[in-house]
């Protein structure tokens, strides 16, 4: 099983990026985590690749959006309204998730860094 990330960078505070992560095969939900240094990682936001409504932690709610391509294995990250307090190493995660755990946990990309200065 293979998540690869992509689309990570530098931007500066009010700029946008959009994150991808190609998945090897399909999952039942799909994710994003971040780590910034020092702090624990944290679910970022999420979606069930059948269908949903897309889940998002609050300190991204109305700036991030997450999405999915048609064939269901690719998923995105748009990032909008960047501040410094985005900067982090963004994770890929894939796996199954519920009501009680809304984040896949189960397989983890290596992740892409994000800057926002």
């Known amino acids: 099983v293979q998540l690869v990330e992509s689309g990570g960078g530098s931007v500066r505070a009010g700029g946008s990026l959009t994150l991808y992560c190609a998945a090897s095969?399909?999952?039942?939900?799909m994710g994003w985590f971040r780590q910034a240094p020092g702090k624990e990682r944290e679910g970022v936001a999420a979606?069930?690749?059948?269908?949903?409504?897309?889940y998002y932690a609050d300190s991204v709610l109305g700036r991030f959006t997450i999405s999915l391509d048609n064939a269901k294995t690719t998923v995105s990250l748009q990032m909008n309204s960047l501040v410094p307090e985005d900067t982090a190493m963004y994770y890929c995660?894939?796996?199954?998730?519920?009501?009680?755990?809304?984040?896949?946990?189960?397989?983890w990309g290596r992740g892409t860094q994000v800057t926002v200065s």
């Open positions: 995660a894939a796996g199954g998730c519920n009501l009680y755990n809304r984040y896949p946990q189960s397989y």
């Open positions: 095969r399909f999952f039942p939900c």
């Open positions: 979606l069930y690749t059948d269908g949903g409504k897309p």
